[in-house]
């Protein structure tokens, strides 16, 4: 299955500043999912990035907030835009494991933002 | 929109005995799949064990195994002879079976999660 380097795996960034995140694959994969976990709480979508087209966002998370992009099938970035406190997280990316939906999804290490 | 509940916010276990951790989930689908996923102290997600909903069968792997009650919707892990590392967060979740239909079709519902703590 694919691996996935995420960094940086953690940063404290002062509120007001933007953070991007980066995931690169092993290999080439048609879309790349970005997730939330708030401390102590459960994953939570915020978007799905397909190479060449825009990413479609969840609800409750808007692309000015979390601007993503996706330049080619292994590689995406996520941007956590004009930070508060409330954007601390654990921030990870995924991959579908394989060809068969049915194997689940390849995480990425995460990314512990502290934001103060 | 399905959802996924996992009842019991922490658990712990004595070394090499035996736990079950539950999760039920909502869905009006008929095929999907279950998976759980463990969540040590490093974050990663690490892939434990997972179930596809057409298949009666119950998953194993190795010391892992599951209880899928398709009717009752139930999906409950069981880990035999717990060792020191097992200790973690576990996350049951849901995807559904169908093809693409817009925002959010290929995601993983994740229930809020179990913290196994074992004890030596």
């Known amino acids: 299955s694919a691996v996935i380097s995420q960094k940086p795996s953690r940063d404290i960034c002062q509120r007001g500043t933007s953070l991007t995140i980066q995931c690169q694959v092993d290999?080439?994969?048609?879309?790349m999912f970005w997730y939330r976990q708030q401390p102590g709480q459960s994953l939570t979508l915020i978007a799905t990035?397909?190479?060449?087209?825009?990413?479609?966002?969840e609800s409750g998370f808007v692309i000015d907030k979390f601007p993503i992009s996706r330049p080619n099938l292994t590689f995406s970035t996520l941007t956590v835009s004009n930070m508060s406190p409330e954007d601390s997280s654990i921030y990870l990316c995924?991959?579908?494991?394989?060809?068969?939906?049915?194997?689940?999804?390849?995480f990425g290490s995460g990314t512990r933002l502290t934001v103060v | 929109a399905q959802t996924v509940t996992q009842s019991q916010p922490e658990m712990s276990v004595q070394e090499a005995e035996t736990v079950t951790l539950s999760c039920t989930y909502d869905?009006?689908?008929?095929?999907?799949?279950l998976f759980w996923y463990k969540q040590p102290p490093s974050r990663q997600m690490i892939l434990v064990i997972r179930?596809?909903?057409?298949?009666?069968q119950n998953a194993t792997e190795n010391r892992f195994s599951v209880n899928f009650q398709k009717a009752a919707k139930s999906f409950s892990l069981k880990i035999s002879d717990s060792q020191l590392g097992d200790a973690a967060m576990y996350f049951c979740?849901?995807?559904?079976?169908?093809?693409?239909?817009?925002?959010?079709?290929?995601?993983?519902?994740f229930g809020k999660g179990t913290k196994l703590s074992v004890i030596p």
């Open positions: 990035a397909n190479q060449g087209s825009e990413a479609t966002y």
């Open positions: 290999s080439q994969v048609t879309m």
């Open positions: 869905t009006s689908e008929s095929d999907y799949y």
């Open positions: 995924s991959v579908e494991r394989g060809l068969d939906r049915a194997y689940g999804y390849t």
């Open positions: 179930q596809e909903a057409y298949k009666q």
């Open positions: 979740a849901y995807r559904s079976a169908r093809s693409y239909s817009g925002a959010g079709s290929y995601q993983l519902t």
